[in-house]
C-alpha cells in the first residue's frame, strides 16, 4: 500500500496589505523577512530594490534562506502563482531550482519538496514548463541528485522521482511528423532515470525495509478507449524496457494521473495540457479518425471537473490571467475536435455516410459527442456563474469571454449538424435527446447575450449540403419550437436566409447541379421567411437569384438549379399561414388559452 499522501492543511494566502508596508534593510541586517514579504506580493519591483541595497551576493543568500514554516522564497512564488516572480528569483537571484523546503498546497502539506514537484502539483502550468526549461540547461540532473542524497523519507523520494520524471518525458519537445522513438531524446532519458531510481527504491529497498509495490490508476470507460489496454511499468525490467517503448508517453500519463489522483489533487491542468500536446501531434499523424475522437473526448473529460473558477482572486486581471494561460488548451482543444468532427465528413455523397459511420459507430459514440455538449454547457453555466453578473469586468474582459462563446457556438454546430446528418441512423430517443440539448443550449445563449441566429446561420451552412437527407425534418424541428426565425438577422443585415443561398452557390460551383437542392429554402420561405428582405448591402433573397440567374447565362451554364425560376417568380405576398397569423394579431383575437400546441401558439404571437 502506497502510504506517502501527505498531512492536510490549509492553504494560507495572507498577503501584505500595500507594498508601502515593505520595511527595507540595508545590507548588515538580516533582509530574508523583506525578500519573503516582496514575493508574497509578487513585486518584482521591490525585490530589485532589496538586490540594490544589499547587492547579489547578499540577495542571492536571502533569496536562499527559509521562513519559519520552513519554505523558500523560490516555493512561495510557486504558491502565490507568480511566474515573473519565480523568473527573477531564478535568473537574477541565481537561486538553485533543486533547493528543497516545505509547501502547502489546498489540503495537502509536504515537508520536503522540490519547486519542481511543487510546480506540478499546484497546477502552476506557465511555472512548471520554466522550471523544467532551466533544468534541460544542466547536463547533471539537479532534481535527481537533491532528492537521492536528501534526508527525505523513501516514500517521498519516490513520489517526487516518479511525478518529475513523467514531467520530463511529458514536456519534452512534440514534433508534428511522427519520428522514431530510439531512447536518445535527452527529456526522455531524465525522465526514465527517476523512474529507474524511483522503482529501486520501490522494491529493492535497504535491508530491513519493506518493499513499495504501485497499485495502477484506474481509468474510466473513455480512458480505456484512449490508452487501450496500456499498463506503467511494476518491475525495473519493465523500467529499462520501457525507454527504447513507442508507449513511453502513454506509460507517463499513466504514471502522473495515478499520483495525483491519489494525493487528491487530479484533476490538474497539467496532465490534460500535455495530453492536448500529444494528441495534436495524433491528430495530424494518425489516419484512423475515430481513435483520434476517442483522445478527443477523454481530453475533455478530464477538463471537465477542472473547478479552475475557486483559485481567482476576484480581480479582472487575475481573470484575464488565467483564461489567457491556464485555458489556452481548452479552446484550443474545442477547435482541434471542430476539426476532428470535419475530417470525419471530409468525404461526400454516399461516401459521407459510410465514411462517418465507420468513424463514429452508432450509438456508442453518440453518447460521447453528448457527453461535448453538457461539457460545453456546463461550462457556459460555469462563465455566466462566475462573470456574467460581475459589474465590476471591464469591457476588454467581457469581450473575452463572448469570443469564448462563439467559438463554442460554433463548435457545437458542426457537431450537432453531423449528428442530425446521420439522423436516419439515430433512435427517436437519441433524436430527441440531441434536441433537447440543442434547446438547452440556445437558451445559455440567451442569457450570455450570444445571437441564437448565428448558430442558425452557421448550422444552415450544413443544412444546404446535398448529402443531407433529412433537412426538411431538421429544419421543420427548429421552427417549430421556436428556436429558428429564418428573418433573424446577424450585424450585417443577413437573414438565414441570406446565408443559406450564399451556400448553395458555392455547393452549385462546387459539385454541380446533381448537388443542388432548393429544398432548406423554401421551407424556410414557407415558414415565414421573407424574400424580399433587405440586408445592409440592400441585397434581397429574390434578387441575388436573378442576379445569379442572370451570371449562369453569361458564363454560359446550360443546366440551372431546378426550381429557381419558381423561386425568384414566388408572390411578395406571405404564405397563407402566415397571413392568418398576422389577420389574428392585427383583430386582436385571443388564442393564449386555446389548447394549441407551444409551436403554433409562437407563430402566432410573432404574426408573420
Known amino acids: 500500500m502506497e502510504e506517502s499522501i501527505a498531512k492536510k492543511r490549509k492553504l494560507n494566502r495572507t498577503k501584505p496589505e500595500s507594498w508601502n508596508d515593505v520595511k527595507f534593510t540595508d ?13 508574497r506580493m509578487g513585486s518584482v519591483d521591490i525585490l530589485e530594490k532589496l538586490l540594490a541595497t544589499n547587492g547579489l551576493d547578499m540577495t542571492s543568500k536571502l533569496a536562499l534562506s527559509y521562513n519559519k514554516e520552513g519554505e523558500t522564497p523560490l516555493l512561495v512564488a510557486i504558491k502565490c502563482k507568480d511566474l515573473n516572480v519565480v523568473k527573477f528569483l531564478v535568473e537574477d537571484l541565481k537561486v538553485n531550482i533543486g533547493q528543497i523546503g516545505r509547501f502547502f498546497w489546498k489540503t495537502v502539506d509536504y515537508s520536503e519538496v522540490l519547486p519542481l514537484f511543487a510546480s ?73 532515470t527517476c523512474w529507474k531510481e524511483a522503482m529501486t527504491l520501490r522494491l529493492c529497498p535497504a535491508d530491513g525495509e519493506p518493499q513499495i509495490p504501485k497499485i495502477p ?84 473529460e478530464m ?137 438547452e443550449f440556445i437558451h445559455l445563449c440567451d442569457q450570455t447575450g450570444t445571437c441564437r441566429s448565428k448558430f442558425f446561420h452557421h448550422f444552415c451552412y450544413l443544412m444546404a449540403s446535398y448529402y443531407c437527407e433529412n433537412v426538411g425534418a431538421i429544419i421543420q424541428y427548429f421552427i417549430d419550437s421556436g428556436l429558428l426565425d429564418p428573418n433573424a438577422q446577424n450585424d450585417k443585415g443577413d437573414t438565414v436566409i441570406h446565408r443559406l443561398i450564399s451556400r448553395l452557390q458555392f455547393h452549385y460551383y462546387t459539385f454541380g447541379i446533381e448537388a443542388f437542392s432548393f429544398t432548406a429554402l423554401v421551407q424556410m420561405l414557407d415558414n415565414g421567411g421573407q424574400i424580399d428582405k433587405v440586408n445592409n448591402d440592400g441585397q434581397t433573397v429574390r434578387g441575388i437569384l436573378a442576379d445569379w440567374k442572370s451570371e449562369l447565362y453569361s458564363q454560359g451554364y446550360v443546366d440551372h438549379p431546378d426550381g429557381i425560376d419558381s423561386v425568384i417568380n414566388r408572390p411578395a405576398l406571405l404564405p397563407l399561414t402566415s397571413c392568418c397569423a398576422q389577420l389574428i394579431r392585427k383583430r386582436r383575437i385571443p388564442f393564449e388559452n386555446l389548447e394549441l400546441p407551444s409551436s403554433l401558439k409562437l407563430f402566432l404571437r410573432r404574426g408573420y
Not at 523513501?154 to 522521482?161: E, S, T
Not at 487530479?266 to 501531434?281: C, E, G, K, Q, T
Not at 479552475?308 to 475536435?337: C, K, P, Q, R, V
Not at 430517443?429 to 434536441?435: P, R, T, Y
Open 27 to 39: 545590507s548588515n541586517t538580516n533582509g530574508s523577512k523583506e525578500i519573503f514579504e516582496a514575493v
Open 120 to 192: 506540478i502539483i499546484s497546477d502552476q502550468l506557465s511555472i512548471i514548463k520554466f522550471l523544467f526549461a532551466e533544468e534541460t540547461k544542466y547536463e547533471s540532473a539537479i532534481s535527481l541528485d537533491s532528492i537521492t542524497s536528501s534526508s527525505i523519507p523513501r516514500p517521498q523520494k519516490i513520489d517526487q522521482l516518479e511525478l518529475i520524471g513523467a514531467g520530463f518525458i511529458l514536456l519534452k519537445n512534440v514534433p508534428w511528423i511522427s519520428q522514431e522513438d530510439d531512447g536518445n531524446d535527452p527529456e526522455e532519458r531524465r525522465g526514465w
Open 217 to 300: 490508476f484506474q481509468l474510466s470507460d473513455r480512458g480505456r478507449k484512449a490508452f487501450g489496454n496500456l499498463v506503467e511499468p511494476m518491475t525495473v525490467e519493465q523500467v529499462e524496457q520501457s525507454l527504447n517503448s513507442p508507449s513511453l508517453i502513454g506509460e507517463a500519463f499513466l504514471v502522473g494521473m495515478r499520483f495525483l489522483s491519489r494525493a487528491g489533487l487530479f484533476p490538474n491542468l497539467f496532465i490534460p495540457d500535455r495530453f492536448y500536446s500529444h494528441f495534436l501531434r495524433e491528430y495530424y499523424t494518425c489516419s484512423k479518425v475515430g481513435y483520434v475522437f476517442k483522445q478527443a473526448t477523454y481530453l475533455l
Open 303 to 439: 477538463l471537465e471537473p477542472c473547478k479552475w473558477e475557486d483559485d481567482f482572486l476576484g480581480s479582472t486581471s487575475s481573470i484575464l490571467h488565467h483564461y489567457n494561460n491556464d485555458f489556452n488548451n481548452l479552446y484550443s482543444a474545442l477547435n482541434t475536435i471542430t476539426s476532428v468532427i470535419k475530417k470525419m465528413g471530409s468525404s461526400l455523397g454516399s461516401k459521407f455516410c459510410s465514411g462517418m459511420l465507420e468513424c463514429i459507430p452508432m450509438p456508442t459514440d453518440f453518447d460521447d459527442c453528448m457527453f461535448i455538449f453538457r461539457f460545453c454547457c456546463n461550462h457556459i453555466r460555469r462563465v455566466i456563474a462566475q462573470f456574467c453578473h460581475d459589474d465590476q469586468l471591464t469591457i476588454i474582459a467581457r469581450r473575452f469571454i463572448t469570443d469564448t462563446m462563439e467559438e463554442i457556438t460554433i463548435f457545437l454546430t458542426e457537431i450537432s449538424g453531423c449528428i442530425l446528418i446521420l439522423m436516419s441512423y439515430l433512435t427517436a430517443e437519441e433524436i430527441q435527446q440531441l434536441q433537447q440539448s440543442i434547446t
